[in-house]
Structures are given as C-alpha cells and as structure tokens.
C-alpha cells in the first residue's frame, strides 16, 4: 500500500488477522510503536446558528464580549508557551497571535456592527480566512486547522465552556483526532501520548512537526475509518508503516513495542551510510515528491533521491506546466543533493494520481488503464516536455560529470517501450532507467537492461499486479504485501538480470521502509533503498546488524517460503530475531 496515496476523506480499513481486530492504513509520519488505550481529543463546540442576532442588541457590549474573550484565550496561550520550550513554545506564541490578528478581529467586529452575535460573527469571520487559506493551497491550506482551533476556543470561551482540546489523562494513551490543533499538540506530554493518530492532515501539519519533535510515533491522514475507534479500545499504532490497529492480538501488540524499544536503542546508536555488519555499501535514498521534502531528506540519513514522484508537484494543476515552471520545480530537488545521485521519474498520472491535464477522462479500470509511461505513447510532446524540463533543471543545478541526472520512466511493460523512452533521455544528456513495477518488465528484465541503465522496483505496484490485488483496497492487505513469495520472485529475477549486466537494481517501493525485508532485498542483490526519509534510520540501522552472507540465507529462506507470513518467519529465524 502507498500511504502517501491514502485520501483522508477515505476509509481505509481492513480488517487484519487478530478476530475483532481492525487495521487502517495511514501515512506514516514519526516512526515508533505505541499500544494503549485510546483517547479522543476534547470535542470543538458546536458551531453557532449563521448570522444570530445579538441577544439585548448592545452592539458596543457584544463588541467588548468579544474582544474579552478572544483575549482570554489568546492569554492562555501565551501562558502555555512559558511552559514549553523550542518549537512547541513558537507554535503557542504564534497561535496566541493569531487570535488576536487584526485581519479575522476586523471581520468580526463589523459583523458584531451589523447586528451579529459574537459567537456567529467569530465562526463568519474566521471562515473567511479559511477560505483563503485553503485557496492559497499548500503549507497555507494545512494551517487552516490553526484558524479553526482558535474559532473552537474563542467561541467556547464566549460560552463560559471548558475549551476544547486535549483531554486530561492519567495513564498512557493513543492519541486520536480529525486534526490537532498546535495548541494541543504543543503541551502534549510524550510520557503520556505514546502514539497520535490523525484522520485528517498532512505530513507537515502541526502535529506531524510537533509529533516528530517529541519522538511520538505518529501517522496522518487514516481517513474516515479512524471514527470508528471509540475511546478506550486497545490500539496499537506502527508510525513507520502508517498501521493503526484497534483491539489487536495483545501478544502481537507486546511484541511489536517490545522489537521497536529494541530498534530504537539501534536507530539511536546508529549513524552514517546504509553498510552491512561486514563492510558492503548499500545506498539508502529518499522518497520525495517536492524540494521541501528533499531539503529534509538532506538533513538526514539520505545519500540522495532514488524516487522523485513528479507528478505529485501537480495533482491541482488544470494545464500542462511550462518547462520553464516544471524545471524551476524539479531545480528545487535537485539543488538539495548537488553533488549525489537523484533519480527523478517522469509522470506517473494516472488510477490512484490522476493529472487534468494528462489523464483520459474516463476509464472503467485505470489501474490497468492509460497510466504512466502509457500516456505519453500517445502524447510524446508531454514525455519530450517534461523531459526537456529536468535537462534544463539539472543545467540549473550544475549537474553532470560526476552528478548524473538518473530518470525514470514507471510502468513500463515493454523492450520497446524501454528503447524509445532510452533513446529521449539520451538525446537529453540524461541517464535512462525505468521502474520495474508490472510482473512483464520483472520477467523481460534481462532485455530490459540492455537499452537501460538501472532500475529501480516499485513494489506497491509490482504487488498490485502480481497478486491481482488493488492496492488501495481495505480488503485485500493480506495479498497486497510485498513478502509475498510470488512478488520476492519476480524481484529476484531483476537482481539476477542485474548481476548478469551489471546494471543496478534498486528499491523504491514500500517495501524498502521494512528493515527486516531491507535485508531480504539486499541478500537478492538489490543495492540501492529509497523509502520516506524518516524510515530510512530504521533500515540503516538493521542492515548494520547482519553480514551479506546473512541477507543472502535471508533472501532464499524468503523466496522457499509459502506465504508472506511464514516468509517473515523464516527470515526472522535465520537472522535470530527470534
Ligand atoms: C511503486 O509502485 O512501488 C512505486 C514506488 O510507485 P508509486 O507508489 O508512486 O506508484
Ligand atoms: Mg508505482
């Protein structure tokens, strides 16, 4: 499953294998495990009636009602910011600003003036400046959560009730809400919370910043399926996978924080490249899909960028970006690795990413439809656009020599779907490669190669179309898992095309965020793993802990295995995790 892929109006539950236990898929943010019972966060009021009309009609007095209570809660605020340090102090402070803003104070007062009651002029004005916020897109839209949370508390105070937010707990608790405000988030004690769910928010909302500065293992957006679990149910949460379990087996839960208590003493003294126990070099790379991303990749264990989703860069755009705009974009990325190696793939549009501007309208069945490379078949100035595009930005970022521009085409299923995209890319200067995601371009690798340069796996949807299963779907996990045998077989027979050509054979997929099915990939004879920048300490530091010898008993002990389970079983046994 792509968790990045997940919509948060979506349910994206299913049921797993403990009885009475179910599983929804998130994106993964901190990772960590946390099991408790879990705790919602305080319920926002109930909005006011549109327009009320003030109770007395003392406009200077509701004038002043107002502006007493915004100033209450903008001094608590504050107070709280005096209580916390570093980052939590400055999303208080900023919050606490906020609900004074002259801007959102402006609108309301002059509804006050038409006649409006405090409570129904706060919710207008601040809906104003949602609206905008939202328009605006982006790091904007994802602050709207702070707008709303300061609406919340302003019109509880104009109430006389306890403000919203954050319950008061005792013993340790999984955090669920649709979205934590920063106020909350901010005075989270990490004693407390040992994991935060969201059904709603993005990887750089509020709580996933406060959440990783805090160390709380935490996933995002987990969809509509997360109302589902009342407060109080046992829930167990992977923030690296993005999983969130309600009611699982209890000595499945025990043993899953148990073995991240054990990682995270790894992770902690772990530092430096991806490296085996004996010496051999294994790129770890990022995942990303803008420059921010890549910025923050660099900041950590990333040597570069094994997959640059271009097509994330313009879900909302109507038209084709300009190559001038698209190199601009793609410059950002590259800038963040200067001197390392980058691979950026071409327009993955299409099924679960669909672009305005590139998508056929209607299909009945588009994960098997006109998706990635397959557009630009019949599109080719869209293909020979973008990929004049990252020629033009890798000339901006001062690449070449040393630094290679590594491009990817995803989806392809064909030698000759492979010569004519090598052959765009090497007119450009541009070093071709393609992803190896459809079970055809696995068993046609050996050909494959000899037009390519690398390759790179995508397993989500190496898994999808191996095991005929929608990746998306909330009841098919147990085939949508990349341990399958039927999935490890197909990627080994990738590595061996590459070890033949010497051509190298990459992870991109979520299966290179699985430490323990690092080492299997690793033992296949895969040398490069690019996953979410925050998994990749994880993977490094398992890797650390065994010898190639022992990825290679890892992989063929994986490959005889008859099903994803007993494959992780017998992994874990040859590498005495057990
Ligand atoms: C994949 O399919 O594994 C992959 C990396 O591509 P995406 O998840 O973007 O489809
Ligand atoms: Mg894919």
New binding site residues.
């Given amino acids: 499953m792509?968790p990045?892929?997940s919509s948060p109006d979506s349910d994206n539950s299913s049921t797993s294998s403990a009885p009475g236990s179910v599983s929804l898929q998130a994106t993964a943010v901190v990772p960590g495990v946390g099991y408790a019972p879990a705790v919602w966060v305080r319920p926002r009021p109930e909005l006011p009636q549109e327009g009320a009309a003030i109770v007395g009609g003392d406009v200077d007095a509701e004038i002043e009602r107002f502006r007493a209570a915004a100033t209450a809660v903008s001094e608590r605020l504050a107070a709280r910011a005096t209580q916390v340090e570093g980052n939590a102090s400055e999303v208080l402070l900023a919050t606490s600003k906020l609900t004074l803003d002259r801007g959102w104070h402006r609108a309301a007062v002059k509804e006050i003036k038409a006649g409006v009651a405090a409570e129904s002029a706060t919710m207008s004005a601040i809906e104003k400046f949602v609206e905008m916020f939202k328009a605006a897109g982006g790091v904007m839209a994802e602050r709207t959560t702070d707008l709303e949370d300061i609406r919340d508390r302003v019109i509880a105070e104009l109430r006389g009730d306890e403000e919203p937010g954050l319950p008061a707990v005792s013993e340790a608790s999984v955090l669920l809400a649709d979205d934590l405000s920063p106020a909350d988030t901010a005075t989270l004690d990490p004693e407390l919370f040992v994991a935060m769910v969201t059904s709603l928010g993005g990887p750089t909302s509020h709580t996933a910043i406060i959440a990783r500065q805090l160390g709380v293992p935490c996933a995002v957006a987990a969809g509509a399926g997360l109302n589902a679990i009342e407060s109080g149910t046992l829930t167990l949460v992977d923030g690296a996978k993005g999983v969130i379990t309600a009611n699982p087996d209890p000595e499945d839960a025990r043993a899953a924080v148990a073995e991240a208590e054990r990682m995270a003493e790894k992770i902690a003294a772990w530092s430096g490249l991806g490296r085996t126990a004996d010496g051999e070099h294994i790129q770890l790379l990022a995942?990303v899909g803008d420059g921010n991303a890549a910025r923050i990749a660099a900041e950590g264990a990333a040597e570069g960028i094994g997959?640059f989703?271009t097509?994330?860069c313009f879900l909302s755009a109507a038209t084709e970006p300009t190559v001038e705009h698209q190199a601009d974009i793609y410059a950002s990325v590259l800038k963040a690795f200067p001197e390392s190696k980058i691979v950026l793939?071409t327009l993955?549009a299409g099924?679960?990413?669909p672009l305005a501007f590139a998508n056929l309208d209607h299909e009945d069945n588009p994960a098997l439809g006109v998706r990635?490379l397959r557009i630009s078949r019949s599109n080719s100035g869209l293909m020979e656009r973008q990929l004049d595009a990252i020629a033009l930005a890798a000339e901006k970022a001062g690449r070449g020599g040393d630094a290679p521009t590594w491009v990817m085409a995803?989806m392809v299923a064909t030698l000759e779907e492979a010569e004519w995209f090598a052959d765009l890319c090497r007119r450009r200067g541009l070093t071709p490669g393609a992803?190896i995601?459809i079970p055809a371009a696995a068993l046609m690798s050996h050909d494959l190669m000899k037009v390519l340069d690398f390759v790179?796996?995508?397993?989500?949807?190496?898994?999808?179309y191996a095991m005929a299963a929608d990746?998306l779907s909330p009841h098919l996990a147990y085939l949508t898992d990349p341990w399958q045998p039927a999935v490890l077989r197909l990627i080994d027979m990738a590595c061996r095309s590459g070890k033949d050509s010497d051509t190298p054979v990459g992870?991109?997929?979520?299966?290179a965020a699985d430490p323990l099915l690092a080492c299997v990939l690793v033992g296949l004879g895969v040398t490069s793993l690019?996953a979410a920048a925050t998994a990749l300490p994880g993977v490094g530091a398992q890797l650390a802990e065994v010898t190639a010898a022992q990825c290679a008993d890892a992989a063929r002990a994986a490959l005889d295995a008859s099903d994803a389970d007993g494959a992780r079983a017998a992994v874990r046994a040859v590498l005495r995790l057990e």
């Fill in positions: 792509s990045s892929m995942n997959l989703r097509e994330l793939r993955d099924s679960d990413k990635g995803p992803m995601e790179s796996i995508g397993t989500n949807d190496l898994t999808q990746r992870v991109c997929g979520e299966a690019s």
